[in-house]
């Protein structure tokens, strides 16, 4: 399966601790974004790359949160000291370019206890 | 400011009964406009997409969808609900804006209950 892959798909944390998630996107795919859905809502942008590069980040990114993507190939998102409130599940998607079709992972969840 | 609005939270349906879940956009220029749908603990997949095209688009499991921009609506049919069929769906618009980044904006979603 070439799909897009995300790892960890579960995390149980204790508040405080600091948490990374990876996602390996579709080969060759130049786009990145991040998204957080939380229970019975509909996914929310958090930031976005066009190769290694960070071209958009939302407001919803605080300060405690950084993604990365090194290489242009796979990314991280780094959450520190997280809180109760962080809990959701991360998606990460990519495409090949504007105006393609964006393809999703399966998603990590995140819960804070 | 691109958004969309899905009118219903919840939606049951007997089964082979046909499915209507409606949506209405917000948008500055023509959109791209999209049903994606969840199933538990899976992923988002892609069922179709406008992209100013043709109006009525066919898309993946029988479902169709048709751009009116007289009414800003993109509802989503079936013709005949599967018990597969139950999930939570999406409508979504891109935001093509200044930065171009494509990124996708969804709706609050509509959960699908098929009944036998």
């Not at chain 1, 290694?52 to 998102?77: H, I």
């Amino acid at each position: 399966d070439t799909g897009v892959s995300q790892d960890p798909r579960h995390k149980i944390t204790k508040r405080g601790q600091n948490v990374t998630f990876r996602c390996d996107p579709i080969s060759e795919h130049n786009r990145l974004y991040w998204y957080r859905q939380t229970l019975g809502q509909g996914p929310e942008f958090l930031t976005y790359f066009q190769n290694e590069a960070q071209l958009e980040k939302s407001r919803l990114l605080s300060d405690r949160f950084s993604a990365e993507r090194p290489k242009g190939s796979f990314s991280t998102l780094e959450i520190q000291r997280t809180e109760q409130g962080d809990s959701a599940m991360y998606l990460c998607a990519s495409s090949p370019g504007s105006g393609n079709t964006i393809y999703f992972g399966e998603g990590s969840w995140l819960t804070v206890v | 400011a691109q958004s969309v609005t899905q009118l219903d939270s919840h939606v049951s349906v007997s089964e082979g009964t046909p499915v209507l879940l409606r949506c209405n956009y917000s948008s500055s220029y023509s959109p791209s406009l999209f049903w994606y749908v969840q199933h538990p603990n899976k992923g988002l997949q892609l069922l179709l997409k406008y992209t100013s095209a043709a109006t009525l688009v066919k898309g993946i499991n029988g479902f169709e969808a048709e751009f009116k921009k007289s009414e800003t609506s993109f509802h989503l049919t079936k013709p005949s609900a599967h018990m597969s069929d139950a999930a939570e769906y999406f409508c979504v618009v891109s935001d093509y804006g200044s930065s171009n980044t494509g990124k996708l904006i969804f709706g609050q979603g509509t959960t699908l209950q098929v009944k036998p």
